[in-house]
């Protein structure tokens, strides 16, 4: 189900600037059941997102109440809420009275292997990188066409993910989750301050990881790390199998951060 401003509908207008331009926001929440663990998080992302876009910030009670009504009796729904600038006159220039469309529609859970929890990932090393844009770095708008030339590097079935760097060479995120590293017993997630997607699981990860320090990662240590795993709000906590011909195994912190996962209200398989 789908709903745009609040009425079931399925289509914007043409001259709406989300389409045109890319100019808005989105976030990506898992239900389960009537319950969206992460939804404070992503709440809080979405209204960094509007100061920083200069967006008027919308009611996250109203969100709420549309969220449920698009999810119906699904057990596991992936809810998908996306906020444009609305319908503006040609060119760049954002209008001077701005009307947002908000757009809050459901989708069933995409099954996960138990085996993907339990023996991880296999990752494609990326050659798109990400460009640095301070401004738009850690929040989730709605231009992802970076991450789109990343994913359609590799179509192989047994790669679930594609490792992305920054234009520096510092590894950054996966394409659609963020990235952790253990390195001489210590985790380290890549800082986010030039460019890539603060995740809300991401966050909380480190407020489970008290020892995690979040800063540059050179692809190199990266590789050389005693384990590697990635977050996402939808798919959970994921051991890194291997990244190109560099092989891992899923390692103490993967499993204790699953557990966590868990705690929160998630179950970490679905057949």
């Given at each position: 189900m789908m709903l745009v401003n609040g009425q079931p509908r399925d289509s914007v207008s043409a001259l709406d600037r989300g389409l045109s331009y890319g100019d808005g926001l989105f976030e990506t929440i898992r239900f389960v059941g009537d319950k969206a663990p992460l939804w404070t998080r992503h709440m809080q992302r979405?209204?960094?997102?509007c100061e920083r876009l200069r967006m008027p910030a919308p009611d996250p009670q109203q969100l709420w109440q549309e969220a449920l009504q698009v999810r119906g009796d699904l057990a596991h729904t992936v809810v998908r809420i996306t906020l444009t600038r609305g319908v503006g006159e040609r060119g760049y220039a954002p209008p001077v009275a701005c009307i947002a469309t908000r757009i809050v529609a459901a989708f069933a859970m995409p099954p996960i292997s138990a085996v993907v929890y339990a023996d991880g990932i296999r990752m494609h090393p990326c050659q798109t990188t990400l460009a640095d844009q301070p401004l738009l770095a850690g929040i989730k708008h709605l231009n992802r066409l970076?991450?789109?030339?990343?994913?359609?590097?590799?179509?192989?079935?047994s790669i679930g993910e594609g490792l992305v760097c920054d234009q520096h060479g510092n590894a950054i995120s996966a394409t659609a989750a963020n990235l952790f590293a253990v390195i001489d017993g210590v985790p380290v997630t890549p800082a986010l301050d030039r460019c890539g997607v603060a995740g809300v699981a991401r966050a909380a990860v480190l407020d489970a990881l008290d020892d995690c320090h979040v800063r540059n990662l050179p692809l190199a240590e990266c590789l050389r790390a005693?384990?590697?795993f990635l977050s996402s709000s939808i798919r959970g906590i994921l051991p890194v199998q291997a990244v190109g011909d560099t092989v891992y195994a899923p390692g103490p912190v993967a499993r204790a951060m699953q557990r966590c996962w868990r705690d929160l209200g998630f179950p970490t398989e679905q057949a």
């Open positions: 979405l209204l960094t997102g970076e991450q789109v030339l990343a994913r359609a590097e590799w179509n192989d079935p005693s384990e590697l």
